[in-house]
């Protein structure tokens, strides 16, 4: 395929028909995880948010069964009792011992996050994850509230609102029109294409 083909093709994709009938999926096998890892993830927001935060740095199916091993290893999900856990403590948890393996490569970033996302999630939404994304919300403005999560950016909150549409059943408005979650790789290939072109004093993408 030529240079040409490709600025063609992408000039000319669509947007997918909107959901009109967003639909809860019966589980979650096709993600390679679990049935009980996606039976949590499907009927358990907190869970479901807490699992896009341990998205960083590692394989997406050991970040999405996190959450379940976690609660094994605690005894529950409480955000209460998160949010007043010490981070050491925590970072204890997920790093595991000789006979649990860690829950992720930085045990402390995630326990500081995890417990800055309980706080938030008692202050602003009621302890529950899901008044994030009411049915009927604006997807731009659920996909801002995820923004405001630490360990939770651009491309994430975005994989998340398609998420919450194509799997959760959750109705937003206009998700088909989320922005495109901008990296490196994306800008690379939009500025080989010439679909957009570099602002003065930007930093270069290296080829």
Known sequence: MTMN???????????????DRPMLAKNLDSWGIAREVGDLLLYNPNALLFSTIFNYLIRYEKALEAPFKLALRLGHLDVRRLA???????????????????????PTVIAGRLIAASKLLLRKYGGNAANIWPNGESATEVVSR?????GIGQKLSRLMGRVLVAYLGVTLVNWQELDIAVDRHVARVFLRTGLVIRSPGTYPVSD
């Open 84 to 106: 007043k856990m010490r981070q050491k403590d925590l970072t204890k948890h997920i790093r595991g011992d000789q006979t649990v393996h860690s829950l992720h490569r930085f």
């Open 146 to 150: 995820l923004d405001e999560f630490k």
């Open 5 to 19: 083909e490709v600025v063609r093709d992408m000039l000319a994709y669509k947007q997918p028909p909107p959901i």
